[in-house]
């Protein structure tokens, strides 16, 4: 055990939190910084369900590089937009825009922004099917999954299909069908669990949001200065040109052009890009000449990599637009952590 010693304390209010600031001494570092935040929920960013890629738990590593105030921020390639939750959730945004090329995730999310109350309400009814579908709760899935296939596209069912699937990954064959299985081990995140969450998201978010379902260039031509743009498109090294989470891919010559246009016309923006795990390199750097400051930010073990007995830790890499490039932590003798953090001494 690694014993620390208090020897300053200061505790600061306002209105939205309380924060108490400590400075410790430990065996391996000179003097740390601890900041512990209660807010007015949960520590967490609140998120929808689970959703393979999610940037949530590497969220108050990126924020790091973006100032405490702007105008709006984009996600061309949202997801389930962590990204934007995080923000909004600190206030540091006045305004936002959801875009994914995939309709039914920003169904999802427009709908748990805008009718919350419906969408908890629409997903509990068909979450609470499964436990009296006649067949049992993995052949109710493969019956939703088919009725989405079909056309049925609420944003009820693609939560449960994202809630119930194997490791919340969505997957779509060369039909543009979603095919990924169920996990038979669970029955997807309960209308209990869901509600808390998706009544933050809302709060957060309802009134200050634009959604769209659009190809990331014209997202992108769309920004302006003031706002900052993050992006996490398909990782090339996971999937080269196309990636099941969208549809058609992005080509790495086309990203490097649409960024040049970017710092062109001076706007502001972060990218999660590529990355490594032990010793392997996950796709090609973004070239030198656009001027941007790379980092790695620690996402922990790899779950693979433990199964295989290695514990080879993975690192996601950010790259950080000339603009924001003064917002990066300053190298010094005293680290900050908070309850957004994942801390091992």
Same mark, same amino acid.
């Given at each position: 055990?690694?014993?620390?010693?208090l020897?300053?304390?200061?505790?600061i209010?306002?209105?939205?939190?309380f924060?108490?600031?400590?400075?410790?001494?430990k065996?391996f570092?000179?003097?740390?910084?601890?900041?512990i935040?209660k807010k007015?929920?949960?520590?967490?960013v609140?998120?929808?369900?689970?959703y393979q890629?999610?940037?949530?738990?590497?969220a108050p590593?990126?924020l790091r590089?973006?100032?405490?105030?702007f105008e709006?921020?984009?996600?061309?390639?949202a &997801?389930?937009a962590?990204?934007?939750?995080a923000?909004?959730?600190?206030g540091?945004? *006045?305004?936002?825009v959801i875009?994914?090329?995939?309709?039914?995730l920003?169904?999802?999310?427009?709908?748990a922004?805008?009718?919350p109350?419906?969408?908890v309400a629409d997903?509990a009814?068909v979450?609470?099917?499964?436990?009296s579908f006649e067949? &049992?709760?993995v *052949?109710?899935?493969?019956?939703v999954?088919?009725?989405?296939?079909?056309?049925?596209q609420?944003?009820?069912?693609?939560?449960y299909l994202?809630a119930?699937?194997?490791k919340?990954?969505?997957?779509?064959?060369s039909?543009?069908?979603?095919?990924?299985?169920?996990?038979?081990?669970?029955?997807?995140?309960?209308p209990?669990?869901?509600?808390?969450?998706?009544d933050?998201?809302?709060?957060?978010?309802k009134?200050?949001?634009e959604?769209?379902?659009?190809?990331?260039k014209?997202?992108?031509?769309?920004a302006?200065?003031g706002?900052i743009?993050?992006m996490?498109?398909p990782?090339? &090294?996971v999937s080269?040109?196309?990636?099941?989470?969208?549809?058609?891919?992005i080509?790495?010559?086309d990203?490097v052009e649409?960024?040049?246009r970017?710092?062109?016309r001076?706007?502001?923006?972060?990218?999660?890009?590529?990355g490594?795990c032990g010793?392997?390199?996950?796709?090609?750097?973004?070239?030198?000449?656009?001027g941007?400051?790379k980092v790695?930010?620690?996402?922990?073990?790899?779950?693979?990599s433990?199964?295989?007995?290695k514990?080879?830790v993975?690192?996601?890499?950010?790259?950080?637009?000339p603009?924001?490039q003064?917002?990066?932590?300053?190298?010094?003798n005293?680290?900050?952590?908070?309850?957004?953090?994942?801390?091992?001494i």
């Open positions: 055990m690694i014993k620390s010693y020897l300053w304390g200061q505790i209010t306002t209105r939205r939190y924060e108490i600031r400590l400075i410790i001494s065996k570092f000179n003097f740390a910084v601890v900041t935040r007015e929920m949960k520590g967490f609140p998120h929808i369900v689970q890629g999610s940037k949530r738990i590497l590593q990126i590089y973006m100032p405490r105030k709006r921020l984009i996600e061309p390639f &997801g389930m962590a990204i934007t939750i923000v909004a959730k600190q540091r945004a *006045n305004r936002y875009n994914d090329l995939n309709m039914p920003v169904n999802i999310l427009q709908s922004i805008e009718t109350n419906e969408l997903y009814t979450w609470n099917e499964q436990f067949q &049992g709760s *052949n109710h899935f493969y019956k999954r088919e009725d989405f296939n079909n056309g049925n609420t944003a009820a069912n693609m939560l994202l119930r699937c194997v919340g990954s969505v997957r779509y064959g039909n543009g069908q979603f095919n990924q299985s169920p996990d038979k081990r669970r029955n997807g995140t309960s209990k669990t869901l509600k808390p969450n998706v933050a998201i809302s709060y957060y978010l009134g200050r949001t959604f769209m379902s659009k190809d990331y014209e997202v992108l031509n769309e302006r200065t706002d743009v993050y996490d498109p990782y090339q &090294g080269n040109v196309r990636d099941c989470r969208y549809f058609s891919g080509d790495f010559h990203f649409a960024i040049e970017l710092n062109h001076g706007i502001d923006f972060l990218i999660s890009y590529d490594k010793d392997k390199q996950y796709g090609e750097d973004l070239p030198a000449e656009l941007l400051q790695l930010l620690n996402a922990g073990l790899s779950s693979q433990v199964l295989l007995g514990k080879e993975t690192y996601e890499a950010l790259y950080i637009s603009g924001l003064q917002y990066a932590p300053k190298p010094s005293t680290v900050e952590y908070s309850l957004f953090d994942q801390v091992v």
